[in-house]
């Protein structure tokens, strides 16, 4: 308990600091959602194991790193060649890059995006888009129950604030570079608010990299709320080093006849959590989250989901895959609720889980909670090896056998990646993974 | 080409294959008959290196090496073709990807040049023409929501685009309706030539109405128990398998 408090300490000063290098320059909204979160973040504790929803996930040897917290760049630190790597085509002129979760507008290019289109830091709200912005955040993701997630809401500077205007459509992709590089181990807190107005229809790609593999920890939260009618495609591509910590909520909320998908991947990060949480709040809805997991040696991947149908005559899919290999653990806990009158709910949950190493461990619990008539609903759940017929019978037609392994891995996350509608995103995910499993494929 | 002797094999502890003897040559079609469980599958898969598959007994000459020293992908390399009585779907790996990566491997093996994209693209489309596949199939997943009549077309692209010197083609007739079976039989007919050799495992004596044997097999209890020629199949047709006993046993 002690040491807990001493833990808890270290953000909190940091906290502290952080409201007095802010004051003056927000609107009184702001100072007052940060004010509230870190009242609440200093009532709560973090998690433990022994809390259900942490049951497999210890975040201790997080908490036992004394990292810093920074609210100022270092002007020029990072060159425009170290993230071009991370870069894509369908967003040259649309992109926001963030060193450390701090604003890097030297190394942003957003123009070529329309004018009535928002992109700005959280810190820099147009008058314009004030009364949007203080509508939707922090009115998602809640602070008031949530350690890490308060944590974020009190420090809220410089996040993506991202806003499609009602009828408004968006060609380029949106794109929300988060670049973790640091001498020393430095914690930041990544904040997005995607706000897609009334039958708008935009793509954004929300990716978190590392040149290094350094030490450092980002606790990010995005909010995404699609009005009536509008089309939202969202990637969230997780590429953290191998020594990162990533703890990250995503909440969305959806209204009448809009049509969100989401593909979420974890390739990065030492221990890695992300909540992800999808409120389907009026009729028609349509929802897609998928997501794919790729962990080594001793990573660590937590996925929990929650697909909530509050109203009748929404549709939800959701296919989650996962590659184990080395002595890596991976979880997958997914609910879906069906609350009372959603009749005529649609909802399918997939989770397949592909071991690759006997060292490597995967838990899944897929969750149905249907309080509704009418309604069709499925899940599953498997935790398999490459299959012996399948590996003999790539080899009856001359593959050698690590070739052979190479294909199928590649096809199980293939799967996955071959639904994601932008070519580069698609491409880079086809090398990364196969570079991650040390294989390689000549494929086109 | 192929000379198999006194061939015994086990799966799960149960001897399947017991003393089976074959010779085929250069130029031959081989059609082997049996009924259902007799071990028409088991011989095609310890033919191809299936490692759920022991021989305890017996020896496999291929070309004038030891065939079951070698590792299946080296079999396949080597000229051995299985096309399955069950194929396999591999999702997320489309037909075009998979069918090069085998053809460049085998061509590596040869000493021929290996094809990118866009000349293996050629290559495929005129042999997607023997077995009138639509072009649609190149980038679909392997088999992956293929009906059984796709999949054994399917199969037999992958004999057309690989030219093995031994296929082995196990119930490739079976479940097909009469335009598959033409399609089929005449994809055969095509690859067949006097430096290759089939060996057609049927059941039915249908496709050797459209594909002629040289030799018929009957293959009963893990043995060959009698060979013969086309007329054979006839009679098995006519007559059923009951009058058949194995070679020595006792009537
Ligand atoms: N995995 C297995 N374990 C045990 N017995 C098997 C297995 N696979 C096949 N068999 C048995 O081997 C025998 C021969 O099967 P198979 O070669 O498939 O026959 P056919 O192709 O002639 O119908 C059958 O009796 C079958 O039950
Ligand atoms: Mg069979």
Sequence with gaps: MQQAATEKENYFSAYKLFVRTREGKDPAWLNELRSRAGSRFEALDFPTTRNEEWKYTNVAPILKVPFRQVFDLEPGAVKMAAIEPYTYAESRTSRMVFINGLYAPELSDLSGLPKEIVVTSLAEIPQESNDVARRHLGAYASYEEETFTALNTAVIGDGAFVHIPDGSMV??????????????????????????????????????????????????????????????NHYRLQEESERAFHVATTRIHQKRDSNYTSYSISLGGEIVRHNLNAVLDDEHVETTIDGLYVVTGKQHVDNHTTIDHREPFCNSHQVYKGILDGRSRAIFNGKIFVREGAVKTDAHQLNKNLLLSGGATA??????????????????ATIGQLEDDELFYLASRGINPEMARALLTFGFAEDVISKIKLKSVRERLDRAVLDKLHQSLEIE | MLEIRNLHAVIDGSEILKGLNLTVNAGEIHAIMGPNGSGKSTLAKVLA?????????????????????????ERAREGVFLAFQYPIEIPGVSNANFLRMAYNEKAKHDGREELDPLEFDDLLKEKMKIVEMDSSFINRSVNEGFSGGEKKRNEILQM????????????????????????????VSTLANKDNAVILVT????????????????????QIVKSGGKELAMELESKGYDWIKPAGAKA
């Design chain 1, 171 to 232: 060609e380029q992709s949106i794109h929300l570079l988060f670049v973790s590089t640091a001498k020393e181990p430095i914690a930041s807190h990544p904040r997005v608010l995607i706000v897609a107005g009334k039958g708008s229809i935009a793509s954004v790609i929300e990716s978190y990299v590392s040149p290094g593999e350094d030490i450092y920890f980002n606790n990010a939260v995005t909010e995404v709320f699609a009005d009536e009618n509008a089309v939202l």
């Design chain 1, 363 to 380: 838990n899944t619990k897929p969750q149905l909670e249907i309080f509704a008539d009418d309604v069709k609903c499925s899940h599953g």
């Design chain 2, 49 to 73: 290196g299936h490692p759920t598959y022991k021989v305890t007994e017996g020896e496999v000459i291929y070309e004038g090496r030891n065939l079951l020293e070698l590792a299946p992908d």
């Design chain 2, 160 to 187: 057309a685009v690989l030219e093995p010197k031994l296929a082995v083609l196990d119930e490739t007739d079976s479940g097909l309706d009469i335009d598959a079976l033409r399609v089929v039989a005449n994809g």
């Design chain 2, 203 to 222: 059941h039915y004596q249908r496709l050797l109405n459209y594909i002629e044997p040289n030799f018929v097999h009957v293959l009963y209890k893990g």
